[in-house]
């Protein structure tokens, strides 16, 4: 008989392109979820609509990296996919409500 481990695995650790299911909800202390600076720029920029490669060249980046950085404010806000991440990081005062009607 197989045994499936619940045990959650970062999502920039999975495949790329992969879904990771297996997220725990958070501890309840939001107060330790941190993005960094360019995390929080990147975020903005989505929220406004852009795609990545959109990001990417307004930031003078590759689609990659903004990719990458995607990767990790997706798993350090325990979400999987960018409408996720614009809620959770909204509630969580991570970047202001207001970012999604820039023009």
Do not use: C
Not at 28 to 51: A, F
């Amino acid at each position: 008989m197989a045994v499936f481990s619940a045990t959650p695995t970062p999502l920039a650790a999975t495949t790329r392109g992969a879904v990771n299911t297996n997220i725990t909800p958070s501890s309840g202390d939001d107060s330790l979820v941190k993005l960094t600076k360019r995390e929080v720029e990147v975020l903005t920029h989505v929220v406004q609509g852009r795609s990545s490669k959109e990001v990417a060249d307004t930031l003078f980046v590759s689609k990659r990296t903004v990719d990458f950085h995607l990767a990790n404010i997706y798993d350090k806000l325990h979400v999987s996919n960018r409408v996720q991440a614009f809620r959770r990081a909204t509630k969580l005062g991570l970047i202001p409500y207001e970012a999604q009607f820039v023009d």
